[in-house]
């Protein structure tokens, strides 16, 4: 293994960024920009792609494992994957060119440096999945922050400025305890390399609050409820493309750090807090499912949608079975897709009548009937019909909340129902019903590059629902020894 | 006389300043001249320092009153550099106030050979002398422009308080000197042990008096106004070089004779930190003029920096300094943009100004822009490392507390520092500055925005540097 494969994925999306900063951003040049983003994103997805076949499935072992000195005698710059975090990875590269095809419309001022932002946000994205040292992980899940700010502040709609702040100023305040955390594991282990720590452990009296300075990082980012109201606003005011990676992958950055840092480092305070994630999980599901009923702007129907389905995510994750975690990580790849889908629905209907309001449309079916059959797909994807990958994800981690606790599961299957209320009476209020707004006859149909990322997106979305058997093959053995040496550490205290 | 030529920079700098005087006064229209002689001074002084001090053992000179160690000389360094950076960007900005004379070079020079006595102080007198010697020539610079009124206010206000500061310092020192008998920190440090409270008392004055010159909450008052006084290229100078000095005397007085007693001034230096950095953060929000908000920001800078040291440990004196460090890096680059902000040779100060910069000059707003975000202290930027190692050695010390508070107000400063960007970024355009800069001004902003953004890439080098100062 001397091809270091993992530092060239993270560091690609950024040469590319860099060469477009050094060309100049005429009006000409805009295609050649757009041209030279797409390809670095592309060889990216390629790259990703072949790590994805070098893989090997039946190890639980971190692999391409690359370890640096990177602070003499304090950090080390280390990356590697393991079955976890590969398919993330994957998503992310997969997701960035589509966003690149799609700012045809919605990004009319400075494109080239909002696809300098995308660039650079897929480096950051691409660390967070790699890195196996907390320190390195803490500097890309906050990095982060700076082009996601530009991106909702520079090229937002109205509110930009208040939801960019707010989005900033939240995330970064639930990230400052998990530095504190991540200082502390060093002082009391000496190291804040992830292997190590894994196999050191991290003595249990000191484990609760360390659990607790995590979460208040990743329930902001998931978002959990109470501290969700970021995500709707972001959403609501971000370019199309800024909502699909928003939705798309940067909430999975807390899902994966649930995965790998709150149940892998810390067993035993993860058991001590299952309830409190239980009980917000839930509320999350049932209570935005609620809100998302009442929205009459698409997109924050959608955003409240993906904290229900983080709801999901979070819940089968502190299951601590098997199908829960296995679900939780198909859940987020699916919502990775289908959210990201949606975002491009409403793109694609607003870059047409500049409203994302629900009442604007109505009876669109016969305009535009190629667009209602893929937002049909991907509402069904999203409320989780059989045949669809948010099938298999909600499906396992019912199964695994049903063994765990039957309250839970009987409250969340609740939230399914919700779900499938809201998702198809958005999509009845949309695309049938009777044609009032005559301005609506005006619209043309999906063009040449809509109508590829769409069905892009489409096609993983029935494939993975019909045959999840290649995602569950490389995340199986991972999880289960995740799981194993999570049963070890808590029996052991015991 | 053993081993004076340890202290070679000192006097070579003394006997520079003479001979600048007599030529500015018996050659007329001297100015430009000397303004590039006493570059090359700092210059050579810096080489010497380097040359003669940085390698060897610690030392002590005339009677153990001055000290050369790894410390004295790094800090050395670093002041002369910077003041060096400082000369070298602000003639253009004298030029446009007509205030290009001769006594401004002279005078940084003077208040440099002040820090660098400072620095290498290890007793009080001498301490004293080179704080005084600073002061006087930091005064005049702050009313250097005196056609202003805003400028002979600063000057003024500057005057008064720190003078007060100075009588609080000195009643500090005749107190240590009365229960120790001697003003040698080395002397003391064998003395103190009958008089525990009654030298407590002395230190509590001493540390007042230095809080004041760098401006910790609540010794701050003075601060926003003279920054926002004082000529640009002055307050650039006030922001980070008198703050080394004195922050190398706060390293010495507290770690040399009173490290015994760091259960006294311990709670001393953790009240300062986070006052320091909560009140610099929150009173910022409000701020329009750019000057005032870098003032308030730097007292929550330097909020940090004592957080470093009140650890009691040398990681924390080190951190300290990497945060100086890298804190001087980040506001050259600050400044340099602000001296950039000039129109029909009107220079723009108010945060308004900066409204849409990035359409007009989208390289100095990104240079600004990422000087901001280290400011803010978000990785992978310098700012970060440097919060990182504070933390670092705080938290070994189990100061959680400190280290909470410290991290919480960096999310309310954050919140500024984004709206500057957001000025810059989301607002509408306004007029376009000169493009035409000096090529030291634009050579200062490049070298300093690359430093910040490529820090990340070699962080141990700073870290192999600071890790040689060794107090305790």
Redesign the interface.
Known sequence: MNFPILSSLILLPSIGALFLFFTKSKSENKITAKYVALFTSLVNFFLSIYLWFLFDQTTSAFQFVEDR????G?INYKVGVDGISILFIILTTFITPLCIISVNNSVTKRLNEFLIAILVMETFMIGVFCSLDL?VF???F??G??PM??II??WGGAR??YS??KF??FT??GS??M??AI??I??ITGTTDVVQLYELGIDTKYQNLLWLAFFSSFAVKTPMWPVHTWLPDAHVEAPTAGSVLLAAILLKMAGYGFIRFSLGLFPSASEVFTPLIYTLSVIAIIFTSLIALMQEDMKKLIAYSSVAHMGFVTLGIFTIQQQGIEGSIIQMISHGLVSAALFLCVGVVYDRMHSRLIATYGGIVTIIPKYAILFMVFTLAALGLPGTSGFVGEFLILMAAFKDNFLVAVLASLGVIIGAAYMLWLYKRVIFGKLINSELKKMIDLNKSEAFTLTCLAIPTLYFGFYPEPLINTIEVSISDLIDTYNFSVASKQ | MNNIELIFPEIFISLSIMFLLILGVFKKDSSKIIHNISLLVLLITAVITFNETLSINPTTLFNESIVIDYLSSFMKIVTLLAAFVVLLISSNYLRTFKIFKIEYPILILSSVLGMMIMISSSDLIVFYMGLELQSLALYVLATFNRDQLKSSEAGLKYFVLSALSSGLLLYGCSLIYGFTGSTNFNVISTQFNTNEYAITFGIVFILVGLSFKISAVPFHMWAPDVYEGSPTSVTLFFTMVPKIAALTVFIRFLYVPFLNLIDQWQMILVFLSIASMLFGAIAAIGQKNLKRLIAYSSISHIGYALAGLATGSNEGIQSSVIYMTIYIIMNLGFFSCLLMMKRNNIYYEQIDDLSGLSKNHPLLSISLLIILFSLAGIPPLAGFFAKFYIFKSVIEQSMYFLAIVGLLSTVVAAFYYLRIIKIMYFDEEKDSYDKDHNLWLKLSLTVSTILILMYFIFPSELIDVVSKINII
Not at chain 1, 69 to 72: A, N, P, S
């Open positions: 000195i990177w602070i003499k304090l320190v803490y500097l890309f906050e990095a922050l700076i700010f530009l502040g520079i930009r400025v960019a702040f900033f100023l970064l305040l400052v305890l530095l504190v200082i502390s060093y002082w």
